[in-house]
């Protein structure tokens, strides 16, 4: 170790970057896997980079040097929850200006909110004899965590103490680009929805005396984001990057209605903008009354370099780009995404041509084309006329008749999209890395989240390269039949290849291997001459 002492940082920094290993790099936006590992997907440090975190988190310990050192291998991205300790954390790093400077990325891990009126949780308890000692295994739940966390979570939201320890903490984080929204369920929460879900049954059930919903916290996050962001951002800010993979419309009327908040001054720093909107009534509706301040918000952000807007798959939005995006041309966009959404083929195109110098990435997940529209145009106008395509993701595009014959018109159910937690205080002392020794500052990510369901699967992901072309002569691999003619052709025989030679029908869009065949097919002509 004396000798390692005496190495110049230069040569420590070497070796550090060895060690980190791209976990704790920033992936580039126009990378297919930038949405899927960046924005929606809950940061955690995986299982197999672990033992590098527990390792540049041990050379931080052995003396100053070093710990200055790694701390930007560290403090790059750190996470909040929601809590009065999360905020607690939140403050001290805020005071340690040795940290503050390297944190680029900030995540805001947000609790169910009671619904107003319905918090009633010892009333529950009592009436209905749950209790961890008397109870049935099944319903063997503590209300005592219920209910100081209930208490905890409205005192939080009655004294403000969240958004003025948001807004110290963007006042200090100057090198900050990134802010991301994330909807957390912890091991109690978990359990009381269970709990609920079984008692709704009982015809003597009072479903007024609990409601956990995300709506409400989603609400007062984005809200308070807001607010801190407005306050707390200096001149010279780097900000640029807002993502909500669980976002709800009130939250959207919050942002872009809200008098107290300057959105287009928010909107000019803007490069990013992933949202993706929960499952909702009506939700077409709310969405095309925001039109007239979507077109503010657009207008307003001219650096936009990507955006992704999604919708429930299972309820795909029926409103017109245009009524969204109002014809804006941005002159840096590289990346334009959509999800969920029922078009015609000519706002696909006309969207994609307005940006064809520019557009790197495309993504168009379960998209639907309403009946007179071809996919066969779509693409054929994107391999002929896109300059700089790199990728394009067409996973789970249809067409809209189709779709409606076979979807069985249910709701995803929504605590299957909200990622859990376990909630102990070892998980939480991790999660923002503040231990009471100030020397064990080595952990500032929650270990103990389950993967978020917005992550590519292993099977199908999409940081499989540029739509999965491995070389001139590689065969599409497929390992169940398509219905394209495409399966068995090479890159070269790709370039020359024909859209009669899609296989589109007009009617329905095969399996995975089918769209991924198509995307092959439009971007094979720019990929064999660069």
Same mark, same amino acid.
């Given at each position: 170790?004396?000798?390692?002492?005496?190495?110049?940082?230069?040569?420590?920094?070497?070796?550090?970057?060895?060690?980190?290993?791209?976990?704790?790099?920033?992936?580039?936006?126009?990378?297919?896997?930038?949405?899927?590992?960046?924005?929606?997907?809950?940061?955690?440090?995986?299982?197999?980079?672990?033992?590098?975190?527990?390792?540049?988190?041990?050379?931080?310990?052995?003396?100053?040097?070093?710990?200055?050192?790694?701390?930007?291998?560290?403090?790059?991205?750190?996470?909040?929850?929601?809590?009065?300790?999360?905020?607690?954390?939140? /403050?001290?790093?805020?005071?340690?200006?040795?940290?503050?400077?390297?944190?680029?990325?900030?995540?805001?891990?947000?609790?169910?909110?009671?619904?107003?009126?319905?918090?009633?949780?010892?009333?529950?308890?009592?009436?209905?004899?749950?209790?961890?000692?008397?109870?049935?295994?099944?319903?063997?739940?503590?209300?005592?965590?219920?209910?100081?966390?209930?208490?905890?979570?409205?005192?939080?939201?009655?004294?403000?103490?969240?958004?003025?320890?948001?807004?110290?903490?963007?006042?200090?984080?100057?090198?900050?680009?990134?802010?991301?929204?994330?909807?957390?369920?912890?091991?109690?929460?978990?359990?009381?929805?269970?709990?609920?879900?079984?008692?709704?049954?009982?015809?003597?059930?009072?479903?007024?005396?609990?409601?956990?919903?995300?709506?409400?916290?989603?609400?007062?996050?984005?809200?308070?984001?807001?607010?801190?962001?407005?306050?707390?951002?200096?001149?010279?800010?780097?900000?640029?990057?807002?993502?909500?993979?669980?976002?709800?419309?009130?939250?959207?009327?919050?942002?872009?209605?809200?008098?107290?908040?300057?959105?287009?001054?928010?909107?000019?720093?803007?490069?990013?903008?992933?949202?993706?909107?929960?499952?909702?009534?009506?939700?077409?509706?709310?969405?095309?009354?925001?039109?007239?301040?979507?077109?503010?918000?657009?207008?307003?952000?001219?650096?936009?370099?990507?955006?992704?807007?999604?919708?429930?798959?299972?309820?795909?939005?029926?409103?017109?780009?245009?009524?969204?995006?109002?014809?804006?041309?941005?002159?840096?966009?590289?990346?334009?995404?959509?999800?969920?959404?029922?078009?015609?083929?000519?706002?696909?195109? /006309?969207?994609?041509?307005?940006?064809?110098?520019?557009?790197?990435?495309?993504?168009?997940?379960?998209?639907?084309?309403?009946?007179?529209?071809?996919?066969?145009?779509?693409?054929?106008?994107?391999?002929?006329?896109?300059?700089?395509? /790199?990728?394009?993701?067409?996973?789970? $595009?249809?067409?809209?008749?189709?779709?409606?014959?076979?979807?069985?018109?249910?709701? $995803?159910?929504?605590?299957?999209?909200?990622?859990?937690?376990?909630?102990?205080?070892?998980?939480?002392?991790?999660?923002?890395?503040?231990? /009471?020794?100030?020397?064990?500052?080595?952990?500032?990510?929650?270990?103990?989240?389950?993967?978020?369901?917005?992550?590519?699967?292993?099977?199908?992901?999409?940081?499989?390269?540029?739509?999965?072309?491995?070389?001139?002569?590689?065969?599409?691999?497929?390992?169940?039949?398509?219905?394209?003619?495409?399966?068995?052709?090479?890159?070269?025989?790709?370039?020359?290849?024909?859209?009669?030679?899609?296989?589109?029908?007009?009617?329905?869009?095969?399996?995975?291997?089918?769209?991924?065949?198509?995307?092959?097919?439009?971007?094979?002509?720019?990929?064999?001459?660069?």
């Amino acid at each position: 170790m004396a000798r390692t002492y005496h190495f110049p940082d230069d040569v420590l920094r070497i070796i550090l970057d060895y060690v980190a290993d791209d976990w704790d790099k920033i992936i580039p936006i126009d990378r297919r896997a930038y949405l899927s590992k960046e924005s929606f997907v809950q940061p955690i440090v995986p299982p197999s980079e672990y033992d590098k975190f527990v390792a540049i988190g041990n050379f931080r310990r052995v003396c100053r040097r070093f710990a200055r050192l790694g701390a930007p291998y560290q403090w790059s991205r750190i996470t909040t929850r929601y809590s009065v300790r999360g905020f607690k954390r939140l /403050d001290t790093i805020t005071r340690r200006q040795d940290l503050v400077q390297h944190v680029r990325k900030f995540s805001l891990m947000v609790p169910y909110f009671y619904a107003r009126g319905h918090s009633r949780i010892e009333e529950l308890f009592h009436t209905y004899g749950i209790h961890p000692r008397h109870a049935e295994e099944d319903y063997r739940l503590d209300p005592g965590p219920l209910i100081r966390k209930r208490d905890e979570l409205q005192a939080l939201v009655d004294s403000g103490d969240d958004i003025a320890s948001l807004t110290r903490a963007f006042m200090t984080f100057n090198s900050l680009q990134h802010v991301q929204v994330l909807p957390l369920v912890d091991s109690d929460d978990r359990l009381l929805l269970e709990v609920l879900r079984r008692l709704s049954g009982r015809q003597d059930f009072p479903a007024h005396l609990v409601q956990l919903e995300w709506a409400p916290a989603c609400y007062h996050a984005v809200r308070g984001l807001g607010k801190a962001l407005s306050n707390g951002l200096r001149q010279d800010s780097v900000f640029q990057k807002f993502s909500a993979p669980l976002l709800n419309s009130n939250s959207a009327v919050a942002l872009v209605k809200s008098p107290q908040l300057p959105v287009s001054h928010l909107a000019e720093r803007l490069t990013c903008l992933e949202v993706q909107f929960e499952p909702e009534p009506r939700l077409s509706e709310h969405i095309l009354g925001l039109s007239e301040q979507f077109e503010s918000l657009f207008k307003a952000a001219r650096n936009m370099q990507l955006i992704h807007m999604g919708f429930p798959s299972s309820n795909p939005l029926e409103v017109p780009l245009q009524q969204i995006f109002h014809n804006v041309q941005w002159k840096h966009l590289r990346v334009f995404g959509i999800q969920a959404w029922r078009l015609d083929a000519d706002e696909i195109v /006309d969207m994609a041509r307005r940006h064809r110098r520019t557009l790197r990435g495309l993504r168009l997940r379960d998209v639907l084309l309403n009946e007179g529209s071809l996919w066969r145009d779509v693409l054929t106008m994107l391999r002929s006329e896109m300059e700089n395509l /790199d990728w394009i993701s067409l996973r789970r $595009i249809d067409y809209a008749t189709h779709f409606d014959e076979v979807s069985q018109g249910t709701e $995803i159910d929504d605590i299957d999209l909200y990622p859990s937690s376990d909630s102990s205080s070892n998980a939480e002392d991790e999660d923002m890395g503040i231990a /009471d020794d100030e020397n064990d500052i080595n952990h500032h990510y929650n270990h103990e989240i389950e993967d978020s369901p917005y992550e590519e699967s292993s099977s199908d992901s999409d940081d499989d390269g540029p739509a999965g072309l491995v070389g001139p002569d590689s065969p599409i691999s497929t390992t169940t039949p398509l219905t394209s003619p495409l399966k068995s052709l090479s890159i070269h025989e790709l370039v020359t290849a024909s859209a009669d030679e899609l296989g589109d029908n007009g009617r329905s869009v095969g399996r995975r291997q089918t769209t991924k065949a198509w995307e092959q097919w439009v971007i094979a002509p720019s990929h064999f001459r660069h």
